[in-house]
């Protein structure tokens, strides 16, 4: 049997510390779903397609990587893609409160799904995708916080 999680966020945009992420979770799992959640509420940077096609031209040459967009809870996209676990990242101790409570309600409700938290390494940590949309509305380039190869002038 595959052994399928999921990876759900934002990714407004996907960033280096996503990635290295993804690079940890692989090694534990057999397909990685990084689900991008629409919130119909809220406009961001990019698209919600436009971050799809990000992460799928950075893995384009990754069978074990997909990336979907989904509506609503994210326990629901994770029993409909058959995960047995949702992947987090924390960087921090204010990461950690926000995904505890998060994971205590994922649990409640759905829990067959274990959710795992990884921590993202210390080279990358400082990397969140509000800073990336911060720097690149003063004009600057972002390319440092973004993975190798991926340029978001390409995805604006
Ligand atoms: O990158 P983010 O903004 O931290 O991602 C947050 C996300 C999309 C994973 C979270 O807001 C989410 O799961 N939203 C869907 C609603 C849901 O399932 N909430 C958790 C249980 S109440």
Known sequence: MQRIAIFPGSFDPFTRGHEALVGQA???????????????????LLTVENRRRLIADLYADEPRIEARIYTGLTGDFARQA??????????????????????????????????????????VADIASSTVREVLAFGRTVDEFMPRGIHIEDYL
Not at 26 to 44: A, C, M, P, T, W
């Open 26 to 44: 692989l090694r534990l799992f057999d397909r990685v779903i990084i689900g991008i959640g629409n919130n119909l509420e809220k406009s961001g």
């Open 82 to 123: 058959g995960a047995c676990a949702i992947l987090r990242g924390v960087r921090n101790t204010t990461d950690f409160e926000y995904e505890r409570t998060m994971e205590a309600a994922n649990h409640r409700i759905y829990p067959d799904i274990t959710t795992v938290m990884l921590f993202t390494p210390s080279e």
